[in-house]
């Protein structure tokens, strides 16, 4: 997990391309994806550009997450 807020199911996977692109990573990432799901995590999956990008978008859905989460 990149990142993860105490008391609350909300994580985060902040992932750039550069470490995700491969097949393997594809096949890595839906893996690691589906096992948070299970284990009843709600995740965010933001991209390292988007994060450069759009900060102030992303941390307001963050925002509404943690409401409807808590």
């Known amino acids: 997990l990149d990142f993860k807020f105490a008391n609350s199911n909300v994580v985060i996977?902040?992932?750039?391309?550069?470490?995700h692109s491969s097949?393997?990573?594809f096949e890595r990432d839906r893996a690691?994806?589906?096992a948070l799901r299970v284990r009843g995590f709600v995740v965010l999956q933001w991209?390292?550009?988007?994060l450069m990008e759009h900060p102030d978008e992303?941390?307001?859905?963050?925002r509404r997450l943690l409401r409807l989460a808590a």
């Open 13 to 19: 996977e902040a992932d750039g391309y550069a470490y």
């Open 23 to 25: 097949p393997e990573a």
């Open 32 to 34: 690691r994806l589906n």
């Open 47 to 50: 991209t390292w550009k988007a």
């Open 58 to 62: 992303l941390v307001e859905q963050l």
